[in-house]
């Protein structure tokens, strides 16, 4: 668990929904990919800690990604999300996605990011206990 963890909101479906909707900060969405990723601030060095950093992230990034202003990060993130996973926002939430006008890279970045915290969800076994009733 890194640093920052006891800061960040819980990994549940209302929080993925507060990242679809804009209503939680880019900053802490952001963090929780981070945390989920494995990176941890160590705050006596004052440095990023990558030991539990899958080594693919790590060499490409030792310090984590910006994924709303980084394509590429993103990009990376879309493929390290399993295929029975892809389509989580759309059969868990119901997600049918952005209107014309809102497919602006900072939302459907967004997306991908939520994307990828509902399939941790599912990895952890963590998706049912906040399934909507």
């Known amino acids: 668990m890194s640093a920052h963890s006891s800061t960040l909101p819980p990994l549940t479906q209302d929080t ?26 160590d705050n006596a060095t004052q440095t990023w800690n990558l030991e539990a950093v899958d080594s693919a992230w790590a060499t490409a990034y030792p ?15 879309t493929r390290a999300i399993p295929k029975a996973n892809k389509q989580l926002l759309k059969e868990v939430l119901g997600f049918k996605g952005y209107s014309v006008d809102q497919l602006i890279p900072r939302l459907t970045r967004r997306a991908t990011m939520a994307n990828w915290l509902l399939s941790v969800m599912v990895d952890r076994g963590d998706l049912l206990t906040n399934a909507p009733q």
Request: charged residues 15%; negative net charge.
């Open 16 to 41: 993925i929904w507060a990242i679809l909707n804009d209503t939680l900060d880019d900053d802490t969405v952001n963090a929780l990919v981070w945390d989920t990723l494995g990176y941890c601030f």
């Open 63 to 77: 310090t984590p990604p910006n994924f709303i202003d980084s394509r590429p990060a993103t990009v990376q993130l």
